[in-house]
C-alpha cells in the first residue's frame, strides 16, 4: 500500500476516534454527573484528552511535510499532564469528603462499547503508524490502547460499585488513570524531544 493510501486510512482511522469520542464525552459525563462518580468524570476527561489528540494527529498527517511533529508530540504530552492534575484532585476531593457514587446502568453499557471499540481503533492506528513508519499516529495509537485500558478499569470500578456496594472501587479505579496518563506524557514528551534533535540535524546534514 502506498503512502497515500496509508495516510487516508490513518486519517479515517482518527476521524472514526473523533467521532466516538465526542458522541462518548457528552454521555459519560451527563453519566457522571448523575451517579457521581470519580471514575467516569475521569473517563469524560480522557475522552477529551483523546479527542484533543486525534485534532493534533489530523492536524500532522495533513501536513506531514511540514515538521509539525515535535510540536503535535508536545501537545499530546501537554495534554496528558493536564489530565492527571485533574484525576489525582478529583480523587483525592472524592476520598476526602466519602462521596458515594451511584450506579449507572446507562455509563456501564458506554464503557464496555467503548473498551471494543478502542480496541480495534488502537490496533488499526498501530499497524499504519508502523507501515507509516510515523511516530506521532503512533503515539495516538497508543493513547487510544490507553483509553480502551482505562474503560477496562472503569468499568470494572463501576461493576463493584453497582453488583457489591464497593463505592471505593470507583474513585479507585481512577489511578490506572493517573498511572497511564503520566507513562504516556513522559513518552510523548520525549519523543519529542527526539523529533527535535532529528530536524536541527538536518540543516548540518545537507551542509
Given at each position: 500500500?502506498?503512502?497515500?493510501?496509508l495516510?487516508?486510512r490513518?486519517?479515517?482511522l482518527?476521524?472514526?476516534?473523533?467521532?466516538?469520542?465526542?458522541?462518548?464525552?457528552?454521555?459519560v459525563?451527563?453519566?457522571a454527573y448523575?451517579?457521581?462518580?470519580?471514575?467516569?468524570?475521569?473517563?469524560?476527561?480522557?475522552?477529551?484528552?483523546?479527542i484533543?489528540?486525534?485534532?493534533?494527529?489530523v492536524?500532522?498527517?495533513?501536513?506531514?511535510?511540514?515538521?509539525?511533529?515535535?510540536?503535535?508530540?508536545?501537545?499530546?504530552?501537554?495534554?496528558?499532564?493536564?489530565?492527571?492534575?485533574?484525576?489525582?484532585a478529583?480523587?483525592?476531593?472524592?476520598?476526602?469528603?466519602?462521596?458515594h457514587?451511584?450506579?449507572?446502568?446507562?455509563?456501564?453499557?458506554?464503557?464496555?462499547?467503548?473498551?471494543?471499540?478502542m480496541?480495534l481503533?488502537a490496533?488499526?492506528?498501530?499497524?499504519?503508524?508502523q507501515?507509516?513508519?510515523?511516530?506521532?499516529?503512533?503515539?495516538?495509537?497508543r493513547?487510544?490502547?490507553?483509553d480502551?485500558?482505562?474503560a477496562?478499569?472503569?468499568?470494572?470500578?463501576?461493576?463493584?460499585?453497582?453488583?457489591?456496594?464497593?463505592?471505593?472501587?470507583?474513585?479507585?479505579?481512577?489511578?490506572?488513570i493517573?498511572?497511564?496518563?503520566?507513562?504516556?506524557?513522559?513518552?510523548a514528551?520525549?519523543?519529542?524531544?527526539?523529533a527535535?534533535?532529528?530536524?536541527?540535524?538536518?540543516p548540518?546534514?545537507?551542509?
Amino acid at each position: 500500500m502506498n503512502q497515500t493510501a496509508l495516510l487516508k486510512r490513518g486519517l479515517l482511522l482518527e476521524y472514526l476516534t473523533l467521532g466516538w469520542n465526542v458522541v462518548g464525552v457528552i454521555l459519560v459525563i451527563l453519566a457522571a454527573y448523575t451517579a457521581h462518580s470519580v471514575a467516569l468524570a475521569g473517563f469524560g476527561l480522557d475522552s477529551l484528552i483523546e479527542i484533543f489528540a486525534s485534532v493534533v494527529v489530523v492536524w500532522q498527517l495533513r501536513g506531514i511535510n511540514l515538521n509539525r511533529e515535535r510540536l503535535a508530540l508536545r501537545l499530546i504530552g501537554i495534554a496528558f499532564i493536564t489530565l492527571v492534575i485533574y484525576i489525582v484532585a478529583q480523587l483525592l476531593y472524592t476520598l476526602l469528603t466519602g462521596t458515594h457514587p451511584a450506579t449507572s446502568v446507562g455509563g456501564i453499557a458506554w464503557i464496555a462499547a467503548t473498551f471494543i471499540v478502542m480496541l480495534l481503533l488502537a490496533f488499526g492506528k498501530r499497524v499504519t503508524g508502523q507501515q507509516l513508519q510515523n511516530e506521532v499516529l503512533l503515539t495516538e495509537g497508543r493513547v487510544t490502547l490507553v483509553d480502551a485500558y482505562l474503560a477496562g478499569a472503569v468499568l470494572l470500578g463501576l461493576l463493584l460499585n453497582a453488583l457489591f456496594g464497593w463505592w471505593w472501587a470507583d474513585p479507585l479505579a481512577s489511578l490506572v488513570i493517573v498511572y497511564y496518563g503520566i507513562r504516556e506524557a513522559i513518552h510523548a514528551l520525549h519523543e519529542s524531544q527526539q523529533a527535535g534533535k532529528g530536524s536541527e540535524a538536518l540543516p548540518t546534514t545537507r551542509a
